[in-house]
């Protein structure tokens, strides 16, 4: 970025730190957990082409960089505090940098997550984001929620909708035709991820495990599955459809809400006598939340079973891709 | 990367981690402090073709990705705690993701440092790095080493010598020639620059200020004047140079040691009766620290004051490349 690198960090990043002892300017950002709290930090690369479409609003691409790396704290129950910014562009083009801020700060002011340090340089469009929140220590019983805690007779949990942003990704390949106004709302859960940060929080002390489903529904169970050392059955008839989504085919309803990814929503288990904490939660944060399986011992197959609303085994080769273009 | 993503951090960059709370394979990574210290943070984003050739060692550019971002660290004293690695590569490519792995966690190991996490995503080649410190906090009066404290009296230092790392870059655009022993030995300097983390640390309590100097020393030290407020004199034949730079012409020498950039040794200033503390610190940390100026009160002219051994004024213009060239 050589020519105007700081006049470009003044002019759309560098905001005045509240909850950091020191932001951008100097080598090195500090910041100062709360006595007991550690520190959890996450990092996420986005890159031109393969998380996001050149064609995107920068507002909603600088919305959504952060999104996904504060979803990464929601999953650990963790309260944002600070983030840093690389970000490499092939030219400084101040109609991007002036929207892509404008959405990146906004959710930045509004989840109390402040912009410390980072980097600018010339380059092939990419995002790199690394985001810092605090978890009270283990000790107190309500520690960060991480992938290993689930034990079998744990509820299987998610929050908000599934499948919107991969019905959105469906139509921009030309595989499913939407209305325009069903477009601009599954576009919009594509584009604008709310991260569940309030639930994440509420959860600590009452979920035993979590994640966020950024992969898809099954690939992040995987996570679960494997660091708890257990298995799953889903009941695929429960998972929670927008009302966009209720009114597809039941197959291309499966694959997006099973396989879709991009959603942004926790993935949680909690023990059944948990369950009422689980709704307080969920209401106390403002966000649905439907218990969706069970967690059993690990089976000897490494698949999660699926079961519908009769009970009958629903096969995982029904999800494939190719199966539902056929 | 989606191919063989868990595989490759597997394989190539998991390790057990041992003084983080939590490594790879989560939501977050979490870190803990101790009681007392506050957290330093610091990212930089690495682009082929603007800050390596696509025809570097990879284990040197593992090491240099890392030792750019552990430079941060030491010009705030900090002591390296951990770091996330977010990689696009174009492929994986197993023959440079083994050399550079292995630079890079060979700097890690020696450093203290740990990977906790990050991302890995296919697109051109970026490698975007976050690193996580500690430093007591202020009250202790050994606090994190600052841009701004800098004050009208204090004495200017560097450590090491300046300005291989230009003079090989140099080599490379064939503006200079060098014999090949020459060669081999300024160009290690650009490619396995060696973070002052103990010099760093050794200062707290010592010095007013410190920046690391990797855009070249007269531009690091802007930072440091506007920062702090002040002015500064450099004595230009005080700067410590290496036996190659010794012998190159004087414009040559002054061109690469105050424009150079890349150099990664630590620019400090300290009260003059810390003068034997300075010196402890050097030699505690095995490191030369070569005293080069002096800070005055700010001038009203915006630059740094140039004076030769006679104490006769210097020229900025003189430092261009392009008068270097003619």
């Known amino acids: 970025m050589s020519l105007g690198e700081f006049d470009l960090i003044a002019r759309y990043f560098d905001r005045p730190v509240r909850r950091a002892a020191l932001g951008i300017g100097d080598d090195c950002a500090l910041l100062t957990p709360l006595p007991g709290m550690q520190l959890a930090v996450s990092c996420d690369m986005l890159v031109e082409g393969r998380h996001f479409l050149p064609t995107v609003d920068p507002e909603r691409l600088g919305h959504k960089a952060l999104a996904v790396n504060l979803s990464d704290l929601a999953a650990c129950g963790a309260e944002p505090l600070a983030f840093t910014l690389a970000l490499a562009l092939p030219r400084a083009d101040e109609a991007f940098l002036e929207g892509f801020s404008r959405g990146l700060l906004a959710l930045a002011d509004a989840s109390g997550c402040e912009l410390v340090g980072g980097d600018t ?58 209305d325009g106004a069903s477009l601009d709302a599954v576009r919009k859960a594509m584009e604008l991820p709310q991260p569940r940060i309030a639930l994440g929080m509420a959860l600590r002390g ?63 288990t909690a023990p059944a006598e948990q369950a009422v904490a689980v709704a307080a939660a969920g209401d106390a944060a403002g966000v649905p939340v439907t218990r969706i399986g069970r967690i059993i011992e690990r089976p000897d197959a490494g698949r999660v079973q699926l079961i519908d609303a009769q009970g009958r ?6 999800l494939s891709f190719d199966h539902f273009r056929t």
């Open 121 to 178: 340089t010339r380059g092939p469009l990419n995002i790199c984001i690394s985001v810092f929140g605090q978890v009270p220590l283990p000790a107190t019983g309500s520690g960060a929620l991480l992938r290993s805690g689930a034990r079998p007779g744990d509820d299987l949990y998610v929050s908000g909708t599934l499948g919107d942003a991969r019905l959105a990704l469906e139509v921009f390949r030309g595989t499913v035709s939407l």
């Open 206 to 268: 009452v979920a035993s495990s979590a994640i966020d489903v950024s992969d898809g529904l099954l690939g992040d169970l995987a996570h679960v599955r494997q660091r708890s050392g257990v298995g799953a059955v889903v009941e695929v008839d429960k998972l929670p459809l927008s009302d966009v989504m209720r009114v597809q085919p039941l197959n291309l309803q499966r694959l997006c809400t099973l396989s879709g990814g991009d959603d942004y929503e926790l993935l949680f």
């Open 313 to 318: 085994s629903v096969q995982h080769d029904a």
